[in-house]
């Protein structure tokens, strides 16, 4: 079935159960194809384009008021966009913000992304919770002539994310260095000049701000491939060992990332802090499993409960896969469980200062309950 179309139709999307959307088109021209989830975040939408955590799919955002502040060099969270491209209820405004130093269709159209606006979000976002998140082809023509059989064919022809190593796709190609803190007004950005902490961070997909809150928490950050072996890691002396964020399905990544791990795991005694698939690859490393979610956790308001404390905390989270906490073996422990579906969003190694979390303490966008788990790695390194 197909949407009701809009007056002089430029963009089309269409799903793998032959649903087919038609809105206007902005950004880039062309086609894509990729998996389709949505995010309920009001802000942010410029760090979300940019996380290299949604490599391999396009985004439907539920909030209305996409593109309303522009886009600006500081916000982005690497290089390029790495979301295929995005969907929204209404067509972007001229910016009004202080900060922006662009518009959102022609930033998007200058680094090859298509969205499409004019979109019954609502209607669609119901549609992922029920029937799971799906594989979509999303098409920009001006002339507004579009092939909605073929578009149904790609769409179906998209292989999904299950077994897919995304994360060689977007980590770095080689070692950098990183000392620039978190943004504060009215300097901005600054560097970290009196470092107390030396971190290894594993880049499987790494955000900016995740990088600004280790300098922020005292480390000086050197950032290593995804691919880097346990020897490469050691070499640098550090006082403990990040595990990013990234996209695809961590099974895939953990082919070569879990043995580095257990590694570091089995030869020292070093502070270990992972997030997002990095929570997922240490947990594969100390013998849990993963598995793929109906539509995952996308947004800015996600209620978590630490289990420690007993405290709740409104995070952050980009995931669609999650780890299975009952097959955490003995001396793991759950930490954190989401208070929306009751999946896991924590882990811990009794006695050792090696801990995860699946949601994002860095914010970017969103609330900044969580920040303090940064300080918490930095804790565990001063004590060593």
């Known amino acids: 079935m197909a949407q009701a179309s809009p007056s002089h139709p430029t963009a089309c999307l269409a799903l793998a159960d032959g649903t087919v959307f038609y809105g206007h088109g902005f950004g880039a021209t062309g086609m894509r194809v990729a998996e389709l989830c949505f995010n309920t975040a009001m802000t942010g939408y410029q760090e979300i384009m940019t996380d290299p955590s949604y490599a391999g799919q396009i985004v439907t955002f539920t909030f209305p008021h996409i593109g309303n502040t522009g886009v600006n060099p500081e916000d982005d969270e690497t290089g390029d966009p790495v979301s295929e491209g995005m969907v929204v209820k209404w067509d972007p405004t001229t910016p009004s913000n202080w900060r922006a130093t662009e518009h959102l269709s022609s930033w998007l159209a200058a680094r090859g992304r298509i969205a499409i606006g004019g979109i019954d979000t609502r209607r669609l976002t119901r549609s992922i919770r029920q029937q799971g998140a799906p594989h979509v082809a999303l098409a920009h023509d001006p002339s507004g002539t579009f092939d909605t059989d073929a578009l149904v064919a790609a769409a179906r022809g998209f ?115 992972g997030i997002c698939l990095g929570h997922q690859m240490l947990a594969l490393a100390l013998g849990g499993k993963t598995i793929k979610m109906n539509h995952g956790h996308h947004g800015a308001n996600h209620p978590v409960k630490d289990l420690d404390s007993g405290k709740v905390e409104i995070t952050s989270m980009n995931h669609g896969f999650a780890v299975d906490a009952q097959t955490l073996p003995k001396g793991i422990r759950q930490t954190h469980v989401s208070l929306f579906d009751g999946s896991n969003c924590g882990i811990a190694v009794d006695g050792r200062p090696v801990y995860s979390v699946q949601h994002h303490p860095e914010a970017s966008p969103g609330p900044q309950d969580s920040f303090y788990l940064f300080e918490k790695f930095a804790e565990s390194m001063a004590k060593r």
């Open 159 to 273: 292989a999904g994310l299950e077994g897919m190593d995304l994360a060689k796709d977007v980590t770095c190609a080689q070692s950098y260095h990183w000392n620039e803190m978190r943004w504060a007004w009215p300097d901005g950005y600054q560097p970290q000049t009196a470092p107390n902490h030396k971190v290894v961070a594993i880049d499987y997909g790494a955000k900016r701000n995740i990088l600004r809150c280790l300098a922020s928490a005292g480390c000086d950050v050197t950032v290593l491939p995804a691919t880097a072996t346990a020897e490469e890691v050691l070499a640098h002396k550090p006082d403990g060992v990040f595990l990013s964020n990234g996209p695809g399905d961590p099974a895939a990544t953990g082919k070569y990332a879990v043995p580095m791990i257990r590694q570091i795991l089995d030869t020292t005694n070093l502070p270990i802090f």
